[in-house]
């Protein structure tokens, strides 16, 4: 089935130890987002590609970046977690043509000691 | 400003009664509106979109959902609740592009997490 694969789906980290989550997917889909959601909030968009071309939203913080060396694959890094940083991160494919919904990953659940 | 309400944090039913959960929007221009369900520790599952055509839109695992331009909403029904259907449930309308072209970047209610007692 096609679908998006996050890895891994638990993650645990230290204080200001980067880390990275990957997402991967078989939807050959033009776009990739990442979120990030806390307790049961609405997902927060962090950034996404479309193609190659990066989209970065105007309130993420420089911690947070990015990197789609292909189609199918997209990460995201961590440069210093913070404990504020622990959250589930979500990936999130859909094609380009507008009005297309996104398919979500499962997410990685990210703990910050 | 573009956003989507959901009024409701919580909405309890039992099981085999019709549930619905509310979502009102404000855009500019036509809405493309989404629900999507989580359960937990899950990612979010697509349920049904509404682009244009019939007010009424049908989706999966027996949900359906009306849009109502004049009161600018697009509530998510079901005619018999299953407690397997509690989870929590986010509204969502796809963000206007500022300059032109096409964006599915999506704008998200605040969720409303939906109980079904046995």
């Known amino acids: 089935d096609a679908m998006v694969i996050q890895n891994p789906r638990y993650q645990v980290t230290q204080f200001g130890k980067p880390v990275t989550l990957s997402c991967s997917q078989t939807l050959n889909h033009n776009v990739m987002y990442w979120y990030q959601q806390k307790s049961s909030q609405a997902p927060k968009l962090l950034f996404h590609?479309?193609?190659?071309?990066?989209?970065n939203e105007a309130d993420t913080p420089d911690n947070f970046q990015s990197r789609r060396p292909n189609t199918s694959f997209c990460f995201l890094d961590i440069r210093s977690p913070g404990l504020g940083d622990a959250a589930m991160y979500l990936c999130a494919t859909s094609r380009a043509t507008t009005g297309n919904e996104q398919f979500f990953g499962p997410g990685t659940r990210l703990t910050v000691l | 400003a573009q956003s989507v309400a959901q009024p409701e944090d919580q909405v309890n039913v039992a099981e085999g009664n019709p549930l619905t959960v509310k979502c009102t929007y404000s855009v500019s221009g036509n809405p493309y509106l989404f629900w999507y369900v989580q359960y937990p520790n899950r990612g979010l599952q697509f349920l049904l979109k509404?682009?244009?055509?019939?007010?009424l839109v049908k989706g999966s695992y027996g949900f359906e959902a009306e849009f109502n331009k004049s009161q600018t909403s697009f509530h998510l029904k079901k005619p018999s609740a299953l407690v397997s259907d509690s989870a929590l449930y986010f509204c969502a309308v796809r963000a206007k592009p500022l300059y032109g072209g096409a964006t599915n970047k999506l704008i998200f209610g605040t969720g409303t997490l939906l109980a079904v007692q046995p």
């Open positions: 509404y682009i244009t055509g019939d007010n």
């Open positions: 590609y479309y193609d190659k071309d990066f989209n």
